[in-house]
């Protein structure tokens, strides 16, 4: 086969990847109308019109309000059967899935509601080849006051759901919300045995992945792409093989490089970073993990090697040891 084929059909893990963020436009809009939820837009083509980002706010802004269509369990569950066959579909064999739980308390949506929804579809997943775990974010625009909060009502569901939620993460707008400002809710998660995670380095300065590494103590770095502007972090992440969790057209879409060819991954993965490649929120960035794989390796002419080490990465980096895991390559 092609190389593109070889790719498209590689078994793959995926580290970083936003459940809310694989809604697409008419699964949004059949849940609004269940619902009863008013949109700004009034055409599935409208909405899609919408997404034309210039950085991460102006995405953040129309995935929140994407998100407010969910309100029961079965939303839940919908939306997550939609991106497992997405996921099968590209071959992926293991998933560690983000949500956003402030998102939807917010709206009176309990957590043990989004969490039961989730977890029925990826206990059917499990069925097919598609092993998964959840990780739960706080959103970092929020105070560290309101994560707490959110951690404390999370506790009966991290309980509950021992099996599949085994993380926290911090997502959302990060330019003035660097990692130091959820150094306590953090130690809390870590203390109760639970691994992290944090986006940081995707808009924000190298500076945010130090405090991430340092003072989060996470296990792996999310984008992480603007640590090749510190020379010294590089061979840091290298030395420590602390893994970034890439998303290349999420990077696009979002305006971090005007070209995919500038993209910093190649680079990154040249110095020994322990470098994967993920969707991030595909429905509104353009495609799943074989597109982001592909768009890469075409941009940046990986090889075939690199392409393999990428895909190995990916479980490596992975939670779960591989005899616990669907498969591997
Ligand atoms: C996100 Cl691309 C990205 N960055 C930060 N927070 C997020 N939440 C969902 N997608
Ligand atoms: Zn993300």
């Known amino acids: 086969p092609t190389f593109a084929k070889k790719i498209a059909g590689a078994p793959k893990a995926e580290l970083h990847i936003h459940i809310e963020g694989s809604l697409e436009p008419e699964l949004i809009f059949k849940l609004a109308k269940r619902n009863g939820v008013k949109l700004a837009y009034d055409s599935i083509e409208a909405l899609r019109a919408a997404y034309a980002f210039t950085d991460l706010q102006s995405f953040l802004d129309i995935y929140y309000a994407g998100a407010t269509v969910l309100l029961t369990e079965e939303d839940f569950y919908e939306m997550t059967a939609a991106y497992v066959e997405r996921a099968l579909a590209d071959h992926v064999v293991h998933a560690e899935i983000f949500f956003d739980p402030q998102t939807h308390t917010e709206r009176g949506v309990s957590i043990a509601t989004a969490v039961a929804g989730i977890e029925r579809a990826l206990a059917v997943a499990e069925r097919r080849g598609l092993t998964s775990r959840l990780i739960l974010c706080f959103l970092r625009h929020l105070s560290e006051e309101d994560a707490l909060t959110t951690f404390e009502a999370a506790l009966p569901v991290f309980d509950e759901y021992a099996h599949r939620l085994v993380g926290v993460g911090l997502d959302s707008s990060e330019r003035g919300h660097p990692p130091s400002k959820f150094e306590r809710v953090f130690a809390k998660a870590r203390a109760r045995g639970l691994k992290t995670v944090a986006h940081a380095g995707e808009e924000g300065p190298p500076s945010y992945v130090y405090e991430a590494l340092d003072l989060l103590e996470v296990d792996r770095i999310d984008h992480g792409v603007r640590s090749i502007e510190d020379p010294a972090l590089v061979a840091r992440l290298a030395e420590t ?44 960035f353009g495609g799943y993990v074989n597109a982001n794989y592909l768009s890469a390796a075409e941009a940046l002419d990986l090889t075939d090697a690199e392409v393999h080490t990428i895909l190995r990465n990916g479980f490596e980096a992975s939670f779960v040891p591989a005899d616990e895991r669907a498969a591997s390559i």
């Not at 490089?257 to 994967?276: E, I, P």
């Open 241 to 284: 093989r602390v893994p970034l969790t890439v998303c290349p057209l999420s990077n696009l879409k979002l305006r971090v490089f005007d070209d995919m060819k500038q993209h910093t991954l190649k680079t990154l993965l040249s110095h020994g970073v322990a470098v994967t490649i993920n969707s991030d929120d595909p429905a509104y």
